[in-house]
Each structure stands twice: as structure tokens, then as C-alpha cells.
């Protein structure tokens, strides 16, 4: 893991829009820092040439805020990765990050959610929970990095 990247103070407003290949140097400094086995630069290129991948972020005063990476396979979804800037946490910005992708993911006819957390990432747990996302089964020891259990949960995206 790195330093955490510099970042300006926040203001209140946010902007979605989606990932580009200039955001990468900020979406890395994000990366480094927030996971035990960060994705590397050629991962996360890869999904601008991944048709059915869907990369969306939040933006802060022209600052990276926040970014979530997720595969469409219609009718199913799966989050692939969601992270927000350490400086930047419990501001809500992991939330509207989410609710913007699960507004995209519904315009588009996807009636099921995916996603794995570790068992002891509780703070991603809480805010799966709070969108409805729930347990359905335990992937054991599946992280390499820590051995820890993967819990996979899902969602059903409900109809308007
Ligand atoms: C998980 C993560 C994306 C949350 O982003 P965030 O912007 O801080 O989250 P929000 O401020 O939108 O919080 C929404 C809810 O998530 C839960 N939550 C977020 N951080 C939490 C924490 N540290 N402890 C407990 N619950 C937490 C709470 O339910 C919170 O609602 P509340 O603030 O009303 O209590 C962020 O902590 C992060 O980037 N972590 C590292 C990367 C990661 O673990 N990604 C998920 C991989 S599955």
C-alpha cells in the first residue's frame, strides 16, 4: 500500500460520470490504499475495452472522489470493485456511487445483483445491507492475500 494521494478540501458537490483513461493516476492512488491485493493499471485498462463492463466515478472539485467498476451480463449484474477516497469516507460518497450504478443497472433490465465482500470488511457489509444486498452463500478461504471467507451477496433489482 502507498501513501494516501493528496486531495483538496471537499465541497459538497458531486459529479457521475464515467471512468476515462486520464483518471487512472487518481483512480491508482485510490486503489493502492484501499485494498490488501490492489487492482494493477493494466486491470483496470482492460475494462475500457471490456464491452459489458460498466466504470462509473464520482467527482469532487475536478478530484477523483470515488469509483465503482461493475460487469452488465443481462439479466444479471456484478460489482466488481467500489472504493472511495480515504480522506473522503462517511461523506455518503460510497452510496451515491452505488445508487448511480443501481439506477443505470434498472434503466437497463438487470433484475439481479452480485457482489463479494470479505468477511471482515464490515464497513462495505453495513452499506450493502442498507441497500438491500443480502447474504447467499460463503466462498471459503477464497481471499489468497489473507485467507479470509468471501461473502457473496445479492440483490434483486425491483421493477418501478
Ligand atoms: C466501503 C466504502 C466504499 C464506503 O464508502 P463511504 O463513502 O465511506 O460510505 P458512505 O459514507 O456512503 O456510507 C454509507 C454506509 O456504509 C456503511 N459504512 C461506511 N463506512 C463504514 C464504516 N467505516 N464502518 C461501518 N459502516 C460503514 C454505513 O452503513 C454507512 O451509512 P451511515 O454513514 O449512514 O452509517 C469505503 O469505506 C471504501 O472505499 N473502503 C475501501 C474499499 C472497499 O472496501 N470497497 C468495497 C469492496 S467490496
Redesign the pocket.
Known sequence: MTSEPAISAPSLELRFRDMSRTDLPEIMA?ENI??PTPWTEAMILREFETPHSVHRLAEREACVA?YMISWLTPPEAM?M??????Q???????????SDSLKFFHSTGIETVW????LQ??????????FGFREAYRRRSYYQDTGEDAIVMVKKVSPT
Open positions: 485510490i484501499s485494498f470515488g460489482i470493485s467500489l472504493a472511495v477516497h480515504p473522503l469516507r462517511r461523506q455518503g460518497i460510497g452510496r451515491a456511487l452505488l457482489l463479494e465482500v470479505r470488511n464490515l464497513a462495505a457489509q453495513s452499506l450493502y445491507q442498507r
